[in-house]
């Protein structure tokens, strides 16, 4: 039996979630994101083989949404699954308010 191919589509927002991680690391820590965003490369490409790896929200908005939370180090990530499609849609540092940024 042939496995499911899923695409990965990140989103304009998450890319810029990126951007202000690596800025922050960069900037604000003085240190570099790279083991970081090694991590989260990680969890993208296990997603990208099998998406229901991880479960949905626990909240119920969020949940009836569709979306998915990996916890990475501080950080959160949260994607959605469109037929063969992987959206990640943020990636949010985890003790902002992610339920008021997501609705």
Do not use: W
Request: charged share 25%; with cysteine; hydrophobic share 40%.
């Amino acid at each position: 039996m042939k496995a499911t191919k899923y695409s990965v589509l990140i989103y304009p927002t998450a890319e810029k979630d990126l951007e202000e991680i690596r800025d922050y690391f960069v900037n604000k820590l003085k240190t570099s994101p790279n083991s970081l965003f090694s991590k989260f490369l990680e969890k993208i490409e296990l997603i990208e083989a099998n998406p229901l790896l991880f479960p949905l929200c626990l909240d119920q908005s969020l949940n009836q949404l569709g979306y998915r939370l990996i916890p990475i180090d501080n950080f959160l990530m949260f994607y959605r699954i469109d037929k063969n499609i992987v959206q990640i849609h943020r990636f949010l540092y985890g003790k902002r308010n992610y339920l008021e940024i997501l609705k």
